[in-house]
């Protein structure tokens, strides 16, 4: 029997999470990031599953390729830019969109011969309106705009930026980089985009030509609290689940796991479940995090390890070995068990290891 750590992802929930993006995006193109492999969800299985996603968001050139050499013909993005100059060709080959946010990009960029004439390239400006992470300085960004318009090379230009606090509900950030985004890039002539899933939630004002939703298309809430009802319309995409292993009693006073950091308070019922550390389930959850069996909660009891965690079923005396335990997913939000492992969904959903299995359903 394998190991029964699965990682279900529902299709179907995914595209009603991007459909609630396109219609808050109102007239503007969307683009599905799935950089990270989708979050940890499958990039090939997600770029099939929206095929009314006007373009793709991927990291890097690696992540591009695989998608191109599987059939994904739409615009793909690379939103970290080129991390070599020898990356050029490929892009061009494979007709992939480029993010220049640095004066080495750039340079390389304007060296580059292509192979095919006229202009092949569609290129994303990146301003840096106040996170300083990447991105020009307003007075960079307008020479590297005319520098690219002059080369010849370039068949369309985008302008963008990318907010540092649009998770945060009414920031005073967020007000301040829209500001400055606006003063740098109105009039000029091209399309912009800045909104990413937070954003376009709450700051219509951002969305511009192009929004670019991320973490929304996979259920999670991109804001800091539940504030709006669009939020509440979002659907969980991946429910990481295994089994229980083992349904052992205890006496009052003993300990469950490594360094004896659970011990029971009374006599107690312990089941141990077949996930830990080593298949992404967060080594820092604190005792008391929740799971799922049935519909009922279990709480954490004692320290993640490898390869298990134990849960304290003292309340759940029906539960038995082989019932199946929801880790996060349908009915127990990603979010809850991020926020009781010191961490955020993002880190969670991504770092799902490759000895789970992963299944998809599209219901």
């Not at 529902?10 to 609630?20: D, K």
């Not at 830019?81 to 990356?87: K, L, M, P």
């Not at 960079?140 to 606090?165: E, N, P, T």
């Not at 606006?182 to 192009?210: E, Q």
Request: glycine share 8%.
């Amino acid at each position: 029997m394998s190991r029964p750590a699965e990682a279900l992802i529902n299709l179907a929930n995914i595209r009603s999470n991007f459909a609630l993006a396109n219609k808050l995006s109102g007239e503007a193109s969307v683009m599905a990031v799935i950089k990270a492999n989708a979050y940890g969800h499958g990039a090939l299985a997600v770029a099939r599953a929206l095929p009314e996603s006007d373009a793709f968001g991927v990291a890097c050139l690696a992540e591009a390729i695989e998608l191109r050499k599987a059939g994904i013909a739409k615009p793909i993005v690379l939103l970290g830019g080129v991390f070599d100059s020898t990356e050029w060709p490929d892009i061009e080959r494979h007709g992939l969109q480029v993010v220049i946010h640095a004066q080495e990009q750039l340079e390389s960029f304007l060296a580059y011969r292509p192979h095919q004439a006229g202009r092949p390239f569609v290129v994303w400006l990146k301003l840096d309106s106040g996170m300083h992470r990447l991105g020009f300085s307003p007075s960079a960004f307008a020479r590297a705009r005319r520098l690219l318009i002059d080369s010849g090379k370039v068949q369309d230009l985008v302008l963008m930026s990318h907010f540092a606090c649009a998770d945060e509900y009414q920031s005073a950030m967020t007000d301040s980089q829209l500001t400055l985004f606006k003063k740098t890039s109105d009039g000029l002539g091209h399309s912009l985009s800045m909104a990413n899933s937070a954003a376009l939630i709450t700051c219509p004002d951002s969305h511009f030509d192009w929004v670019r939703p991320g973490i929304m298309l996979y259920g999670v809430n991109p804001l800091t609290e539940q504030v709006l009802t669009e939020v509440s319309l979002l659907l969980p995409a991946m429910t990481l689940r295994s089994r229980l292993l083992d349904v052992r009693d205890i006496p009052a006073g003993d300990a469950v796991g490594y360094g004896e950091q659970w011990q029971a308070p009374k006599a107690a019922r312990i089941g141990t479940v077949a996930i830990g550390y080593g298949d992404g389930y967060p080594r820092h959850a604190v005792n008391g995090t929740p799971v799922l069996i049935g519909d009922k909660r279990a709480a954490l009891a004692g320290r993640v390890s490898m390869d298990y965690i134990s849960v304290d079923l003292s309340h759940l005396p029906e539960a038995q070995v082989g019932d199946e335990v929801v880790l996060w997913g349908e009915g127990l939000p990603v979010e809850e068990v991020a926020a009781m492992s010191g961490t955020i969904a993002y880190e969670l959903l991504t770092g799902v290891r490759s000895r789970v299995s992963f299944r998809y359903v599209d219901k």
